[in-house]
């Protein structure tokens, strides 16, 4: 896609494609903008945001839609918006349980999908199925607008084959861990693939598609089979050394009280056998409750049922000091809360992490302010879409230093 190697080359033209995607950055967290509006809001002056617009807009990622009208004197200022189809992203979300692919455009909006719920296969049928849903939604697209597909995203859990105890599965997923599922789809389907972490990958949704359009610092937690997290920092996703930065589930925490929890020897367990939706639906189970997908699960969050009252009050206890000790160490004034389920689900637990927060909140600190996460069950292949996105527009430091990745490095920036 040619629109993603706008201004490479020397130092100086590594500032210009920074501001570009400064500009980008702008217009997708405003909506819209005149080219006054930008010059204020990138600090730039007239003639430079006039020079960058016009390379944007002849590029298609953005389009004028019409003029301001203020009533001042003067012809009104011509209005720039993203322009929708300006690009694509395809993202593919691996989980031990589930495969999803979807297809979004500049906006985050959603535009083909298919999925499944399986035991993940074998690596060689999983990229079978993955290479015939790539091709599924892609059809949707006509031959100009593919033209404009940014790449693959590839969002799923690493160290695969670990935890399975906590959650309950009778597999064996070892092989996944010595394959490199990324290179193998990029061979298959003769596209670039962007890798990560499905946790970092739904909290960089999140910063270009959701609540990042007003808050560039803030811990991400997504409550689904297992949990799972990222960490934004001056707008800019934090991977960690080995990319687990974020890691939530392996927080040690006490061993659960509750008679569904799998014995422990060891004096602490780790948040994962305690706040997730595999440890909900096993405590259902273990209460005589039928519970098969995520729609059970709403339901019996809906109807009150009184083991799911006792697994959200063991999840909480869990949950407090584990985000406490996140934000002392992070000093994020914002922490998003997400989950696979709804059914009254997320508006309780951040009520009651919210509580929990503020009681054992120390001398001198305040609690963060919870926010509700924006994708709910889309939020793991909206986050693989959004990574080829997030790398060839977002504003990120690299691009000054002129270090513009390739889809084989993506996984190590």
Known sequence: MTTTRLGRGTNSVNLRQYNERTLLQRLRREGEGSKADLARWAQLTNTAVGSIVQTLEEAGLIESFGRRQDGGRGQPASLYR??????????VRLDRTSIETVLVDLSGKILARQAHDLLLPHPQKALEIVRRDVASVLAVLNDAERQRLTGIGLAQPYNLGSWLRELDLQADFRVW????????????????????????????????????????????????????????????????????????AMIPVPPSKLASAPRTAKPWDILLSRASLNALSRHLRHNGVRVNGRTD??????????????????????????????????????????????????????????EGLRAIAPESRGAPRLLRGSFGADAGALGAASLPMFFNFSPRADVLRGHFPRASEAAHV
């Open 177 to 248: 861990d010595e394959v490199d599922f990324g290179s193998l789809l990029a061979q298959a389907v003769q596209q670039p693939v962007f890798k990560e972490n499905d946790g970092n990958a739904a909290g960089i949704a999140e910063l270009f598609f959701g609540v990042g359009r007003d808050t560039s610092d803030f811990l991400y937690l997504f409550l689904g089979p297992a949990i799972g997290g990222g960490i934004v920092l001056n707008g800019e996703g934090l991977r960690g050394t080995t990319g687990n930065a974020a890691d939530v």
């Open 82 to 91: 993203l322009n929708p189809k300006g690009a694509f992203g395809i993202g």
């Open 297 to 354: 699960l709403e339901t019996c969050f809906e109807r009150g049922d009184p083991a799911v009252r006792e697994w959200l009050d063991d999840c909480v206890d869990a949950l407090v000091p584990a985000v406490r000790a996140a934000i002392a160490v992070l000093d994020v004034p914002v922490c998003v809360i997400d989950a696979d389920i709804d059914g009254g689900l997320v508006v309780e637990l951040m009520q009651r992490l919210d």
